[in-house]
């Protein structure tokens, strides 16, 4: 089976931070115009992704073991900017979905808060003025 290996090389990305890889057919998924196929595809590579030891590793050893959201401790790593923003219909590119800019330390309890949207508006939400 041929593999793909992607590299992020944008500035400030530790020497640390391991490659992305994944089969031929997973890109092909993740390049579908079927909504359904690219989320799935884009879910489980994502997922495969951060559950790495050495992505764990890196992203806590780096960025610290405090929340980005909220400021506690860490537990989990999240994508700033959710996967299922790249299986919408703007299509933003799939390589970008894994790279060291978009993964930060964040706690299980925003990170369940969060859910697909992106961090911004889970802070505003919860910090808005309550209604009377």
């Known amino acids: 089976m041929q593999m793909i290996r992607h590299r992020d090389n944008s500035e400030g990305v530790p020497d640390d931070f391991p490659d992305w890889v994944f089969s031929y057919w997973t890109k092909q998924k993740m390049q579908s115009r079927d909504w359904k196929t690219r989320m799935k595809a884009l879910r489980s590579a994502a997922s495969a992704f951060i559950a790495k030891e050495t992505v764990r590793n890196c992203i806590f050893s780096h960025k610290g073991h405090r929340c980005y959201i909220c400021g506690r401790e860490a537990n989990q790593i999240d994508h700033r900017i959710p996967v299922s923003q790249f299986s919408s219909d703007?299509?933003?590119?799939?390589?970008?979905l894994n790279n060291y800019d978009n993964l930060f330390p964040v706690c299980g309890e925003c990170n369940i808060h969060k859910a697909g949207r992106l961090e911004i508006a889970?802070?505003?939400a919860e910090h808005a003025a309550p209604r009377l």
């Open 90 to 96: 703007e299509f933003l590119d799939y390589r970008d």
């Open 122 to 124: 889970v802070h505003r």
